[in-house]
């Protein structure tokens, strides 16, 4: 083996440092595949640690000579750890530090992470989260029109609707010299000639609507005929405020889920909630148990550095905490038999 790829070995093992040998006392199931003096690599523990891998990594280690390579790096792995706990490395502060994070990831995978949502949350209260949050679930049709309002009375309306008609020949016209142009050229005439005061300043944008919500503001009519409109048309409505030349910048297809359909979406969601209910109920059970207290003026004297350093924690993560957990307990538990790998030795590297 080269220099490089013996460093190269030792460098992913010291990455897998989450990973210690298995302590004296525990027992290891399956036949040796490789045994030393305070070293012991089981069939068992092989495949377990190469079952971690990905599909793609595994389907390079099916052959005897391949199979060698991925033991080599489990036997280094071992070896390394075993110098470094008769160095007394395992009471150094870093490794205990890691250790813990492990220690409280598998805690609260085991407490807090298994289970089936489908037999913990009855389908009673999925029914009841379905019927109070139907909104979630069934939503109606919706457009986004871009829209000028030309405002008329009845005193007005037959000079108002010629006014209209106008604005609209205009759009035309430019319309047909550049199409792509065409709703660019409504927006910008409707900040300066809108009489709809809310829309006017955004170049007429009146949001997605559905059929209902159109209908509250220009009338039922007005709202069925905003909801034939091509995608690619300009065009005239009528409606009780006046007249609206409109496009249609967007449309949102009408979501209508029945419960049957997302039951067990709901059961995994209030799994999920009822979990993290009770990891906090935990968390400060425990911390009541302990006595904790804290010293407002000590922790005020400690300097927080904002210079960059090294990392290692995700964006919302507590000091301490393991992956899988938020600051405010796990994050969502995740699919029965879906919990994460634990930490295993690195796949060789290629000669």
Avoid at 53 to 73: A, G, I, W, Y
Avoid at 147 to 166: F, I, S
Avoid at 198 to 220: I, M, V
């Amino acid at each position: 083996m080269t220099r490089g790829l013996a460093a190269t070995g030792i460098a992913l093992a010291i990455l897998t440092a989450a990973c210690k040998p298995s302590p004296p006392g525990v027992h290891k199931t399956g036949p040796a595949v490789a045994q030393g003096d305070g070293i012991l690599v089981t069939a068992d523990e092989f495949k377990a640690r190469l079952d971690e891998q990905s599909p793609f990594v595994r389907q390079r280690f099916t052959t005897l000579e391949r199979k060698k390579e991925f033991l080599d790096n489990l036997i280094r792995f071992e070896l390394l750890a075993k110098a470094a706990d008769k160095e007394g490395l395992a009471s150094d502060p870093d490794v205990v530090n890691t250790m813990k994070k492990v220690m409280v990831q598998k805690l609260v995978q085991k407490r807090f992470s298994e289970g089936d949502p489908s037999k913990e949350v009855s389908d009673a209260d999925a029914q009841k989260y379905f019927d109070d949050h139907k909104d979630e679930f069934q939503k109606p049709a919706k457009i986004r029109l871009a829209g000028l309002l030309v405002a008329a009375n009845d005193k007005d309306r037959a000079a108002k609707g010629k006014e209209a008609k106008k604005f609209l020949a205009q759009l035309k016209a430019g319309e047909k010299k550049n199409p792509a142009a065409a709703l660019t050229a409504l927006q910008t005439l409707a900040r300066q000639s809108s009489d709809d005061a809310a829309s006017k300043a955004t170049g007429g944008d009146l949001g997605f609507k559905s059929k209902d919500e159109l209908a509250k503001q220009g009338g039922p009519a007005f709202a069925d005929a905003a909801f034939k409109v091509r995608n690619d048309d300009t065009v005239l409505l009528d409606s009780p405020q006046g007249f609206w030349i409109v496009r249609v910048m967007g449309r949102q297809d009408e979501m209508n889920r029945p419960f049957e359909q997302v039951k067990s979406q709901i059961q995994t969601r209030l799994f999920r909630e009822k979990r993290t209910k009770e990891f906090d109920e935990y968390v400060k059970k425990l911390r009541e148990e302990a006595g904790v207290k804290v010293d407002d003026a000590e922790l005020e004297k400690v300097v927080v550095s904002t210079a960059g350093g090294p990392g290692g924690m995700g964006h919302g993560m507590m000091p301490g905490m393991p992956g899988g957990m938020g600051p405010h307990g796990p994050l969502p538990a995740p699919q029965p038999g879906a919990a994460p790998a634990p930490a295993s030795a690195p796949p060789p590297a290629h000669k």
